[in-house]
């Protein structure tokens, strides 16, 4: 292993303590090596600014700053063992070209807030990424809810209740993942904040140009107080997980609803080829793992938000404990952004079955219309309640799905189901995308 950046005063490093310190650093830290590349141009950038290099050491730096991200992408450097992390693979690379040059890039930093810094880039791309799932889950939902709308059973707790239809099923997810990509940006919004040049969390005594690595790199913001850029690391990872995660609660519902759908007993849906699989022993079966994996990968989110906040029952100040939230971050990351990316297709190309929709509709599902329709008369509501149930299995006698869906008429229903309300809503974020964050694509978090 190269020299780590912190060796001092000739102590000799004992070899089982060193693996167990750095950890599984030098291979995470590859998802956001380029983004820590990026970081470090700014941050020569902002060195020559204040005149502690001159205009050929920046140009030297930064050119060899962009071979090694161009050797990185290729594949013709390779971040491995023979380095502590990512970090130090950078100051080791520049060294190995440049000499005292190279030596010369870390003043006025600190691993601290090189890893806030990439971390904080790579989160943004990650949060745009899903910004851009949930708007495309929502486009589908919307354009499926207003071409068709088969009857079909509405549920609670699991048992029927009322008359419902696709397209209010539809409905539903749409305003679901409309909000889903609303929290998303908002979240974007709250972390979209530059790290760089606290150092350790204290500041350095030097005037470093903060405000110019935060146009450099395309942040929204300056993160003011030294201290607080220590704080919120964990505290910021926590929000973007929970964006995730509200996403991904909605992907398990559909999930689980369609698990339920695609059984032989309901056989309301089916699904395309390409999401069943086969057995491995019974020749019969087509099992519709995708969707199973889906509801899945909520719990890997949901593992990655605790065991970060897990870890935050610190003091103010770094403390090394926080090393062990990327892995977390990566890999809540890495599975349920794959999970959503699937959806859109699924949902667009999936189909009902209508005749078991409406075989599935029984008469006493219209005894909460009779009630209401009762109580319209004038009888008191709880009188016309009784009635109604007394007379449960009468109450579809020439009555349809239909009639019943288009008389529901209270805003969201599915006489009302106000589609141009939700496309709105849509509409206007995709007028305003989020732009894609200033650096390079990282690399994929491993899943």
Same mark, same amino acid.
């Given at each position: 292993?190269?020299?780590?950046?912190?060796?001092?005063?000739?102590?000799?490093?004992?070899?089982?303590?060193?693996?167990?310190?750095?950890?599984?650093?030098?291979?995470?830290?590859?998802?956001?090596?380029?983004?820590?590349?990026?970081?470090?141009?700014?941050?020569?950038?902002?060195?020559?600014?204040?005149?502690?290099?001159?205009?050929?050491?920046?140009?030297?730096?930064?050119?060899?700053?962009?071979?090694?991200?161009?050797?990185?992408?290729?594949?013709?450097?390779?971040?491995?063992?023979?380095?502590?992390?990512?970090?130090?693979?950078?100051?080791?690379?520049?060294?190995?070209?440049?000499?005292?040059?190279?030596?010369?890039?870390?003043?006025?930093?600190?691993r601290?807030?090189?890893?806030?810094?990439?971390?904080?880039?790579?989160?943004?791309?990650?949060?745009?990424?899903?910004?851009?799932?949930?708007?495309?889950?929502?486009?589908?939902?919307?354009?499926?809810?207003?071409?068709?709308?088969?009857?079909?059973?509405?549920?609670?707790?699991?048992?029927?209740?009322?008359?419902?239809?696709?397209?209010?099923?539809?409905?539903?997810?749409?305003?679901?993942?409309?909000?889903?990509?609303?929290?998303?940006?908002?979240t974007?919004?709250?972390?979209?904040?530059?790290?760089?040049?606290?150092?350790?969390?204290y *500041?350095?005594?030097?005037? @470093? =140009?903060?405000?110019?690595t935060?146009?450099?790199? !395309? +942040? %929204?913001?300056?993160?003011? #107080?030294?201290?607080?850029?220590?704080?919120?690391?964990?505290?910021?990872?926590?929000?973007?997980?929970?964006?995730?995660g509200?996403?991904?609660?909605?992907?398990?519902?559909?999930?689980?609803?369609?698990?339920?759908?695609?059984?032989?007993?309901?056989?309301?849906?089916?699904?395309?080829?390409?999401?069943?699989?086969?057995?491995?022993?019974?020749?019969?079966?087509r099992?519709?793992?995708?969707?199973?994996?889906?509801?899945?990968?909520?719990?890997?989110?949901?593992?990655?938000?605790?065991?970060?906040?897990?870890?935050?029952?610190?003091?103010? *100040?770094?403390?090394?404990? @926080? =090393?062990?939230?990327?892995?977390?971050?990566?890999? !809540? +990351? %890495?599975?349920g952004?794959? #999970?959503?990316?699937?959806?859109?297709?699924?949902?667009?190309?999936?189909?009902?079955?209508?005749?078991?929709l409406r075989?599935?509709?029984?008469?006493?599902?219209?005894?909460?219309?009779?009630?209401?329709?009762?109580?319209?008369a004038?009888?008191?509501?709880?009188?016309?309640?009784?009635?109604?149930?007394?007379?449960?299995?009468?109450?579809?006698?020439?009555?349809?799905?239909?009639?019943?869906?288009?008389?529901?008429?209270?805003?969201?229903?599915?006489?009302?189901?106000?589609?141009?309300?939700?496309?709105?809503?849509?509409?206007?974020?995709?007028?305003?995308?989020?732009?894609?964050?200033?650096?390079?694509?990282?690399?994929?978090?491993?899943?």
């Open positions: 292993m190269a020299e780590p950046l912190w060796q001092k005063n000739g102590v000799q490093m004992d070899a089982r303590i060193m693996r167990f310190t750095a950890g599984d650093d030098v291979w995470l830290d590859r998802a956001f090596f380029l983004h820590d590349i990026a970081a470090s141009k700014a941050h020569v950038e902002g060195l020559a600014a204040i005149g502690l290099l001159k205009s050929d050491e920046c140009e030297s730096l930064r050119r060899e700053l962009d071979v090694l991200a161009e050797d990185f992408s290729r594949g013709s450097f390779v971040l491995d063992a023979q380095f502590e992390d990512g970090h130090s693979a950078i100051e080791a690379r520049l060294t190995e070209r440049l000499g005292d040059v190279g030596r010369k890039v870390h003043t006025g930093r600190s601290n807030d090189q890893v806030l810094v990439a971390t904080r880039l790579w989160l943004k791309e990650r949060l745009v990424e899903l910004d851009g799932y949930c708007r495309q889950v929502a486009r589908v939902c919307l354009d499926r809810a207003s071409r068709e709308a088969l009857p079909m059973p509405g549920y609670t707790h699991l048992q029927r209740a009322v008359v419902s239809s696709t397209a209010m099923w539809f409905a539903g997810f749409a305003e679901a993942f409309v909000d889903n990509a609303v929290r998303s940006r908002d974007l919004a709250w972390i979209d904040a530059n790290p760089l040049g606290s150092a350790a969390g *500041g350095v005594n030097l005037p @470093l =140009q903060r405000d110019l935060t146009t450099a790199l !395309g +942040f %929204g913001r300056l993160q003011v #107080a030294a201290t607080y850029a220590q704080l919120s690391r964990g505290k910021f990872e926590l929000a973007a997980l929970e964006a995730l509200s996403a991904m609660l909605d992907l398990r519902r559909i999930a689980w609803d369609l698990s339920l759908f695609t059984t032989a007993e309901f056989d309301f849906v089916h699904l395309p080829d390409e999401y069943t699989t086969g057995s491995s022993i019974m020749p019969n079966k099992n519709p793992d995708v969707i199973e994996l889906m509801r899945a990968r909520y719990a890997s989110v949901a593992a990655a938000r605790c065991e970060i906040e897990q870890l935050l029952s610190l003091p103010s *100040g770094y403390q090394r404990d @926080l =090393q062990v939230s990327k892995g977390a971050l990566f890999h !809540g +990351f %890495g599975q952004l794959p #999970a959503l990316a699937l959806l859109p297709d699924l949902l667009g190309r999936l189909t009902w079955n209508g005749a078991a075989a599935a509709i029984e008469p006493a599902m219209y005894a909460t219309d009779v009630a209401i329709e009762r109580a319209l004038g009888v008191p509501f709880r009188d016309a309640y009784r009635a109604a149930a007394e007379a449960a299995a009468r109450t579809g006698e020439g009555r349809t799905p239909e009639q019943s869906l288009s008389a529901r008429v209270s805003p969201g229903a599915a006489g009302d189901l106000r589609l141009e309300d939700l496309r709105a809503r849509l509409d206007a974020l995709d007028d305003v995308a989020v732009a894609h964050p200033a650096g390079h694509d990282a690399v994929r978090p491993p899943p």
